[in-house]
């Protein structure tokens, strides 16, 4: 362990690295603690307001079938000089695909 002070992050602001330098060894710790439960509750708030806005774009299109879950996205596959659409989602590590229709040549 170095007997030199820390060194501060750049990007706080210097009057709260001078705060946290008056501060005691005990109000250091209770800082810490509290910093680190703030940090997590803004998180989860992101989160929660993350998958919220998430819940709000994901509508069902009026053509998704039943087995296709509301975030997949079209995509389209060339096979044998031939286009088609195809519905696309992720399920954990794999992604699926579900047949929609063939492109039209004027599309």
Do not use: C, F
Not at 10 to 26: C, D, F, G, K, R
Not at 39 to 66: C, I, N, T, Y
Not at 68 to 97: F, L
Request: glycine content about 0%; aromatic content about 8%.
């Amino acid at each position: 362990m170095s007997y030199e002070p820390p060194t501060p992050p750049a990007n706080l602001p210097t009057e709260i690295v001078n705060t946290l330098n008056e501060a005691s060894q005990e109000q250091l710790r209770d800082i810490a603690t509290y910093a680190e439960a703030l940090a997590e509750h803004k998180e989860r708030e992101a989160r929660l307001e993350e998958s919220v806005d998430q819940e709000e774009v994901e509508e069902r299109p009026d053509d998704l079938p039943d087995d296709v879950p509301a975030k997949a996205t079209i995509t389209i596959k060339e096979i044998n000089d031939n286009r088609y659409y195809y519905w696309q989602w992720r399920e954990g590590d794999k992604v699926k695909s579900k047949y929609k229709r063939p492109v039209d040549a004027d599309e």
